[in-house]
Structure formats: structure tokens, C-alpha cells
């Protein structure tokens, strides 16, 4: 779907909402429901768990093409809760500092979510995004399944727990 026609849909949507609102009126608010249902149809949802080394999410992505993803939701890191922008290293843990380096993607924080293109050997682990809480338009560098995963020493999966739900809209 073109960005354009995307954005005059959102327009669209924003000014019935308007509408109904200024006129309370439940037809306009009846459509108006519809019109968002229609919008999130489009809309591909997935958890991505962080004892998970991979988390395939059969969502094939193109190069030349753009989409927007948001990440929502808190994930634990043996007792320290975290959202998908990760964390960096406690003070008071100060040996977390010292293993930065041996991070999957040393440069981001604990915990951020990473996506990676998988053209069909994932364990080349090549080219990671960081896509924290999310990205707004990204453009994938060639074609395959976007697989995730929390940032953490490859080695430390077995103390992690719960979830974050990602979210991917062609734009
Ligand atoms: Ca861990």
C-alpha cells in the first residue's frame, strides 16, 4: 500500500471521528468503528519472548518497500523489568558494564529488541536493527523473515522472561 493513500486514509478517519464527535452522532461513530477495524486489518501482531534466541515471525519483508513497527510491553532480564528500548548497565551492577562487549549488538542497551533479516541462515546473525520501541519508516536492506530476539550475552537466555508484542504495518 502507498504511504499517500495511507495517510488520506488516516485523514479520513481522524475527520469522521471529528465529525462524530462535534455532531454526536452514533451513525458517524457506528462508521467510524468500522473505518478503525478496517485500519488495524493491516496491522501484524507477534509476541517476541525473551528466552527466545530467535523468534521467527513469518513475516516476510522486501527491500523497496517501507514499514512501521512498534514495540509495546515489558520483558524481565532474571529481576530487572524492561520495555523493548532495553536498558543500560546498573550502577550498582557494575560487572554489566564489563560485559557489554559480549552483548549480541554490543552498541545496544540490555534488552533492546533486535530484528534481523533471515534470508536463510540466521546464524550469520549479519547487518542486526535495533528496533527498540520501534522504527517509523524502515527500510529493510534485502529480502527474507524478520526474526527477533532481546539483546543479551548469547549465553544468559535461560534467566529471561516474558513477552513484548511487535507490531509491523507496510507502509
Ligand atoms: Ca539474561
Known amino acids: 500500500m502507498l504511504l499517500g493513500q495511507v495517510l488520506c486514509f488516516q485523514h479520513f478517519s481522524f475527520r469522521l471521528l471529528c465529525c462524530a464527535l462535534v455532531r454526536n452522532d452514533p451513525t458517524l461513530i457506528s462508521l467510524w468503528s468500522r473505518v478503525r477495524v478496517l485500519m488495524s ?10 528466552r527466545h534466541y530467535y523468534n521467527r515471525t513469518g513475516w516476510r519483508v522486501e527491500p523497496g518497500k517501507r514499514y512501521a513497527l512498534k514495540a509495546t ?5 532474571l ?17 554489566m558494564s564489563l560485559l557489554e562487549p559480549y552483548r ?15 534470508s536463510g541462515n540466521c546464524s550469520a546473525e549479519q547487518h542486526p536493527v535495533i528496533i ?4 517509523h519508516h524502515w527500510r529493510p536492506a534485502r529480502a527474507g523473515e524478520l526474526v527477533c530476539y532481546a539483546n543479551d550475552l548469547p ?5 529471561n522472561f516474558g513477552s513484548v508484542t511487535l507490531e509491523i504495518r507496510e507502509l
Open 104 to 118: 549480541r549488538v554490543p552498541e545496544a542497551n540490555w534488552f533492546a529488541l533486535i530484528g534481523l533479516i533471515d
Open 132 to 135: 527498540g520501541e520501534g522504527l
Open 155 to 159: 549465553w544468559l537466555y535461560w534467566n
Open 73 to 77: 510491553g515489558q520483558w524481565i532480564d
Open 41 to 50: 486489518l493491516s496491522v501484524k501482531t507477534q509476541a517476541i519472548y525473551a
Open 79 to 95: 529481576f530487572i523489568p524492561s520495555g523493548p528500548a532495553g536498558y543500560a548497565s546498573p550502577s550498582l551492577l557494575f560487572y
